[in-house]
């Protein structure tokens, strides 16, 4: 607007607005064009004649502007420009840039996302969903998978909402933050519950406790056994009866049970003595001689140097040398 007027003003000052033709010395002319009409406006003033901004070649919204902002005060024409100008030069240092150069506002019912599209060079924006470069964001830890699939649908979003990159990538850094921490908040909530259970288990089996769980570890380690796992497969299911995770304690308590059933031979499908389960010292060393008997399945695998049967028979070998020695 501003502007605009502005340039209905400086027309009318200028050589082309006073004889209606292009003047010769455009400076020179309107120059002189400025002396005659504050000539005349000064001329106007003492007979009652028509002020200089009251002319018909200005427009009539250029008029009102002008009053509004008080520039119709000046009695000279030239003040009146000068004023203009100054609003300029105010305008420009205001906005950082020329006043025609400054972004207008989002029209009437344009859509913001709308508005930032129209203007994609002034806010670096891709030119498709494509251009955004949305990478996994930095801490999360392995165990949380990133969904490349929600990463892209994200992507075609933040096109259609005009995001530029800088302010995608952030958001989804606070996504990814969030789900970091429901994960890691989920893990302690399951992990305080599991002690809770653990902490109820112990009152419960009182200075039963650590039998009943050597017990269920002893169970677990035979039933693996018996299910055909190598060394490592039963040491790796009696080591969850061991790591605190979630689950252990109802783990335990249903071993222990399994363990005590094996003991008392009540018909569960597993010898006890296999194991080593409800045997006395003597039991065990019983049974541990015969396990290293020369036609014993120790012997039998060591003398056929067969290394997957040796490593099968270890857990046994172990369990039945410590009851033997009358080890707990």
């Known amino acids: 607007m501003f502007m605009r007027n502005l340039g209905h003003v400086t027309r009318y000052f200028s050589a082309e607005g006073a004889d209606g033709g292009a003047g010769g010395d455009g400076g020179a002319a309107a120059d002189a064009a400025a002396a005659a009409a504050?000539?005349?406006?000064?001329?106007?003033?003492?007979?009652?004649?028509?002020?200089?901004?009251?002319?018909?070649r200005i427009p009539e919204d250029a008029r009102t502007w002008m009053t509004a902002k008080g520039v119709t005060a000046a009695a000279d024409p030239s003040e009146a420009i000068?004023?203009?100008?100054?609003?300029?030069?105010?305008?420009?240092?205001?906005?950082?840039?020329?006043?025609?150069?400054?972004?207008?506002?989002?029209?009437?019912?344009?859509?913001?996302?709308?508005?930032?599209?129209?203007?994609a060079d002034a806010f670096d924006l891709?030119?498709?969903?494509?251009?955004?470069?949305?990478?996994?964001?930095?801490?999360?830890t392995d165990d949380i998978a990133w969904n490349d699939?929600?990463?892209?649908?994200?992507?075609?979003?933040a096109f259609e909402l005009g995001l530029s990159p800088q302010d995608a990538q952030e958001v989804a850094n606070m996504y990814?933050?969030?789900?970091?921490?429901?994960?890691?908040?989920?893990?302690r909530?399951?992990?305080?519950a599991e002690a809770k259970l653990s902490a109820e288990l112990d009152r419960e089996w009182g200075k039963d406790a650590e039998v009943k769980t050597t017990?269920?570890?002893?169970?677990?380690?035979?039933?693996?056994?018996?299910?055909?796992?190598?060394?490592?497969?039963?040491?790796?299911?009696?080591?969850?009866?061991?790591?605190?995770?979630p689950g252990q304690t109802l783990a335990i308590k249903m071993f222990a049970a399994l363990g005590e059933g094996m003991a008392e031979d009540?018909?569960?499908?597993?010898?006890?003595?296999?194991?080593?389960?409800?045997?006395?010292?003597?039991?065990?060393?019983?049974?541990?001689?015969?396990?290293?008997?020369?036609?014993?399945?120790?012997?039998?695998?060591?003398?056929?140097r067969d290394s997957e049967a040796i490593a099968r028979l270890r857990p046994q070998f172990d369990r039945l040398a410590k009851m033997a020695a009358g080890a707990k």
């Open 38 to 56: 504050a000539a005349g406006a000064e001329a106007g003033a003492g007979d009652g004649g028509a002020k200089w901004f009251e002319d018909a």
């Open 82 to 119: 000068l004023k203009m100008v100054g609003m300029g030069q105010a305008a420009d240092r205001r906005f950082g840039r020329p006043i025609d150069q400054v972004i207008d506002k989002p029209g009437k019912d344009q859509s913001l996302a709308e508005w930032r599209r129209a203007h």
């Open 126 to 140: 891709p030119a498709d969903a494509s251009g955004y470069e949305i990478t996994r964001p930095e801490g999360l």
């Open 149 to 157: 699939d929600l990463a892209g649908k994200f992507r075609e979003k």
């Open 176 to 187: 990814a933050g969030h789900i970091a921490e429901l994960n890691g908040s989920i893990e």
């Open 189 to 192: 909530d399951m992990r305080e």
């Open 215 to 245: 017990r269920a570890r002893q169970a677990a380690a035979a039933l693996a056994e018996q299910a055909g796992l190598d060394a490592e497969g039963i040491k790796a299911v009696v080591g969850l009866l061991s790591s605190g995770a």
């Open 266 to 304: 009540k018909g569960i499908g597993l010898r006890a003595g296999a194991s080593g389960f409800g045997m006395s010292k003597e039991e065990a060393t019983a049974e541990f001689n015969k396990f290293m008997a020369p036609d014993g399945e120790w012997a039998k695998a060591s003398a056929a």
